[in-house]
């Protein structure tokens, strides 16, 4: 990514960090989903009653290994909606284009974008697809597998949200449009003014949701586990996030869990969101219980929901 590319890219996203927007509107979730939760357990309880058949591994063509110097951060991409930039990660990946890299602009609660940062066209290493620039996937309007949930319909941002294998998810109702969402933890690529010109500008939504960002640019996973590494980076030092971090904030490596050897992969699990105990997971937060709790507000923005991810015991891994 030339200079140039890279001053126009931190313009934009300072742009759009800046912007304000209208609160989201609360509103029931639809009809399909429980809006009490009729056992009156805490989400703590419904994740830990959850069964074995109801979590789901990582499929280890579409898993990132993101070392820092801090520890090991680990996404998980989303080819249903975003398959080109999937595609053109993997690639790089396997091409060693991220390792020894670094996150050269870290703001706090907005985000940290990182990856290689290219003086001279001639720099640019070949993609996935051959020409500089992947095209832009902001939307898909690929149908939605049985699996996705509808969630919320009265969101602000999507005439619906819902969750497909665990990732949030907008829609369109009228064009039949889906994307995924800037939750805290979205893996997505950064761009210049160029719709097409994302390629290695890696970034993770550190802070709250930035869901102004959604349709502007592409997001295609969300980290799974480590998210402590990303929110360790240090912050650059302004909103236009200068070079200042210099031997700091390094990307040693990132590595595609297939090509890792199995011992070394985590055995990490997700609660499929296709699930019962998933939906009762939503029920519990849309309304909490317990002595604490003396309001029940019948809401939850979708961002708002942490997914349920686990480390399997070594008794556990036995039994799959």
């Excluded at 126009?8 to 960090?17: H, K, Y």
């Excluded at 249903?80 to 790089?92: D, G, K, M, S």
């Excluded at 992969?265 to 604490?292: C, H, I, M, Y």
Aim: proline share 6%; hydrophobic share 40%; with cysteine.
């Amino acid at each position: 990514m030339s200079i140039q590319t890279t001053t126009t890219l931190l313009l934009f996203l300072c742009l759009v960090a800046c912007h304000q927007h209208k609160p989201e509107a609360a509103a029931p979730m639809p009809a399909s989903t429980p809006s009490v939760a009729t056992n009156n357990l805490t989400p703590g309880a419904v994740v830990a009653a959850a069964q074995a058949d109801e979590w789901r591994a990582l499929d280890p063509e579409n898993t990132l290994y993101i070392e820092l110097a801090s520890g090991t951060v680990v996404a998980e991409m989303r080819p249903e909606l975003a398959p080109l930039h999937v595609a053109n990660t993997r690639h790089l990946v396997r091409q060693g284009v991220f390792d020894g890299s670094q996150f050269y602009r870290v703001i706090d609660a907005f985000v940290a974008q990182g990856g290689p940062l290219y003086a001279d066209e001639a720099e640019q290493p070949e993609l996935a697809a051959g020409a500089w620039g992947v095209p832009a996937e902001f939307t898909s309007k690929q149908a939605l597998p049985g699996a996705y949930l509808p969630f919320n319909g009265a969101d602000g941002y999507a005439d619906e949200t819902g969750f497909l294998h665990s990732q949030a998810v907008g829609r369109d109702l009228n064009t039949g449009e889906s994307w995924l969402l800037h939750c805290h933890g979205a893996l997505a690529m950064g761009r210049s003014n160029d719709l097409h010109s994302g390629a290695t500008a890696l970034y993770v939504v550190n802070g709250p949701a930035q869901r102004y960002l959604d349709r502007n640019t592409t997001v295609f996973g969300r980290v799974i586990a480590g998210m402590e590494h990303i929110q360790g980076l240090q912050r650059s030092a302004s909103l236009q996030g200068p070079n200042d971090l210099s031997g700091v904030n390094e990307i040693i490596r990132i590595s595609l869990a297939a090509d890792m050897p199995s011992a070394e992969r985590w055995p990490l699990v997700v609660l499929d969101s296709a699930s019962a105990s998933f939906k009762q997971l939503l029920a519990s937060r849309q309304n909490r219980t317990g002595e604490w709790f003396v309001f029940q507000h019948d809401h939850i923005d979708t961002c708002a929901v942490p997914i349920p991810v686990k480390l399997l015991s070594s008794e556990d891994q036995g039994k799959n």
